[in-house]
Every structure is written in C-alpha cells, then in structure tokens.
C-alpha cells in the first residue's frame, strides 16, 4: 500500500508541470525612465509611480490603483520603473507622486504624469495580455513644489473632473 501511494505521489509530481512559465504567461505592465530636474527636496520621504484605468473622478478613486512602483530610488537623476498591471487595457493616467517623510500620501502629491509631446492631456497607453509597453518615460520637475512652474501637472489635473479640483482646492 506505501508503494502505490508513493507512485500516485510521483505520478502526480511528474503530471504537474512545477507552476506557470513567466515567459509562457507574459507579464502584463508598463515601463520606462522617470528624469528628474531641479534639486530633490530633503523632506522626500517616498516617490511613486501610480497607473490608473481612469484618471479619479472622486476623492474615493483616487485609491483604486490598478498598479504601482513605490521602489524609486531617491536623489537619483533617473530611475527605471516597472509597473505591474492587473490585466490588458488601455490605461489613461500614470503619474509621479511624492510624500514627505513621516507623512502619507495626500492630494497634494502629484508631480507629474506621461504625455506626449503637445499633448493637452495625459496620454493613454493600451497594453495587450502579456505585454510590457516600455518606454513611457516621464519628466520630474522639482520646481512644482515650489509654484515656479506647473505646466506639467497642470497637464496632468487636466484630465480631472472641475468638481473634484475644486474639492482639492485647484
């Protein structure tokens, strides 16, 4: 009887095939290099790349992420990311945001977004199953947190509904 259950043990060890193959399933995510520009803050406490299906419409969806990397290396001129997303679509708003240390993120946090060249609102990125669009890179400037300039996130608010920057204050 040990012997016959040792061979189904074995059977079924040999009949699995040791989990899935990433390269068989694909990655789904999208990649690219944040540059940043301008001194970085002292206070950063953390920087993080955030993906949205739909840019928030609501303070509540504001939290429905569908990806993140919050491992960007701080006080570096650029960092290469990589989000991993929840599935294949298109994907309307990714942007850069920062908190202070001892802080949480708050709405205040954006730095930036991706856009293409003469773009007024963030540019969409549609990512098949399995793929990883690269190159979405995004540009940081510091100054924005300063009020010297905010054309960029402008760009990026631009893509929020008026109701729900004015209820942030914008």
Known sequence: MRLWCLVAALALCWGC????????????????????????????????????????????????INGWDTEVALGVESYDYFVPLDGEGVYQWIVVAWRQEDQFWDLTSLLGCYYLPDADLPSPVEVGSGEV??????????????????LSTALCERALPAELLAELGR
Request: charged share 25%.
């Open 17 to 64: 095939d040791r989990g899935l193959d990433a390269e068989a399933t694909g990655q789904t995510g999208i990649a690219g290099r944040l540059h940043f520009v301008g001194e970085w803050p002292a206070n950063v406490g953390q920087v993080a790349v955030a993906v949205y299906r739909e840019p928030p419409a609501s303070l509540a969806d504001f939290f429905r």
């Open 133 to 150: 669009v690269s190159d979405i890179d995004i540009e940081v400037n510091f100054a924005v947190l300063d009020h010297e300039t905010e």
